[in-house]
């Protein structure tokens, strides 16, 4: 069996090298952190990444980077790949293109990052959310478009940018707080007491009018078909989960501040067993840094932390595995399988960023990552967590 594979994936590389096919791969696990090649030969080009289980295929949004110092900025869009078996992906081309129109607010050279696509079961369109920066102007706007399509794979058309919830007061943030001022000039920065005003909200309170500022996120949809928004906001020191409308084209207004002042970035969410669980990280630019975990009863809220969730080095511990997570993916067919996806960044030469697939454990009821060079999804079959 072996020796056909190997007989097979040599008689389509003859032929890929004859452009008469497609490049194939025939991958069986996992490599961690390697570069990792579609069906043309070429490294995924999905970084930030967000995964969509449609009719039994897996679909892998994301940044599609280019090469040196600008490959950061959006110079083609929102690339997709589809899978099978979560192995071996499939270009299948560009979801959501950048413009050449200096007037779009997606003009080559803004920021897209970290795309998420949902699909709702009502209307049957596929929605893709995304972190949005405007062209020139770093990551001042903070705010999250949206795009909506009829195909999976796209064209996604692209609706707006929004910084969410103005003129609405989250949930959970009270009364007496509402009336604060907004005295950011009269601190210093990072001082005790500013720090204490960040949790308090003062960042809220200045978007208030505005908008929210919206970030780092993901989305999560429930049993119920209702999909949430998890972002950074509030200068990257707190986070906001957010109601989405039926259709998952805008906010309902209904959302929660989420560990105020405790910076958490790339959040991704899952649900075993009732609860909802949370890998996030902290707020290091494209340096990896320690990753954190959190659990609720709801989106919503309230989230308790649960501290680093890898397991290995002093090293590995303080970089994610020299990564930041940025999804976990449900495995089909496997009860309570999970996998969490991080990104190794390479803002040097963007393009070359690899990805981190672990498997995601539980120790003592908390989900927790251990490396692994190589693995595959029998790991789920023979593995049980160490909880009772
Ligand atoms: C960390 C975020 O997680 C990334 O998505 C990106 O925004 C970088 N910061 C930019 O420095």
Redesign the pocket.
């Known amino acids: 069996m072996r020796e056909q594979r190997i007989i097979l994936v040599g008689f389509c590389l003859i032929l890929s090298g004859l452009g008469l096919v497609g490049f194939q791969t025939d991958f069986q696990h996992f490599f961690p952190g390697k570069e990792w090649k579609d069906d043309q030969g070429v490294h995924i080009n999905a970084h ?1 990444g967000g995964f969509l289980i449609h009719e039994d295929i897996y679909y892998w949004f994301g940044e599609h980077k280019i090469a040196g110092k600008e490959g ?1 900025k959006a110079h083609v869009g929102v690339r997709v790949y589809s899978s099978k078996d979560l192995y071996n992906w499939k270009n299948e081309g560009v979801a959501l293109e950048v413009h050449d129109d200096p007037n779009s607010l997606l003009v080559k050279g803004c920021v897209i ?2 795309p998420k696509v949902i699909y709702n079961e009502k209307t049957k369109k596929f929605v893709m959310w995304f ?1 949005h920066e405007l062209k020139g102007q770093g ?1 001042d706007a903070a705010l999250t478009g949206v795009a909506v399509s009829d195909q999976v794979t796209g064209p996604y058309a692209y609706l707006e940018s929004v910084n969410p919830n103005a003129g609405i007061w989250p949930e959970n943030y009270p009364d007496s707080l509402k009336s604060k001022p907004v005295n950011l000039d009269e601190m210093e920065a990072w001082s005790a007491e500013w720090r204490a005003a960040v949790v308090d909200g003062i960042f809220l309170r200045r978007d208030f009018d505005r908008g929210q500022m919206a ?2 996120m993901t989305l999560f949809v429930d049993d119920d078909g209702k999909a949430y928004h998890f972002f950074s906001s509030e200068n990257n020191q707190t986070l906001h989960v957010a109601e989405l409308s039926e259709d998952y084209l805008s906010h309902t207004g209904r959302y929660t501040r989420v560990l105020p002042g405790q910076q958490n ?2 959040p991704a969410i899952f649900k075993k067993e009732g609860k909802y669980y949370m890998f996030s ?1 902290g ?1 290091t ?2 340096k990896p840094n320690p990753g954190k975990s959190a659990v609720a009863d709801h989106p919503l809220g309230p989230w308790t932390p649960l501290g680093n969730p890898t397991r290995g080095t002093e090293e590995e511990m303080n970089t994610t595995f020299w990564s ?1 997570s940025t999804a976990v993916i449900p495995v089909l067919g496997k009860e309570d399988a999970f996998i969490f996806v991080g990104d190794r ?1 390479t803002p040097e030469n963007p393009i070359d960023g690899k990805y981190i697939f672990l498997p995601v454990q539980f120790e003592d009821s908390k989900p927790i990552i251990r490396w692994q060079d190589q693995w595959d999804l029998s790991f789920f079959d023979q593995n049980e967590s160490t909880d009772e």
């Open positions: 930030g950061n990052e970290r972190h990551y970030r780092d970035e790339a990280s707020l630019g494209w930041q960044w």
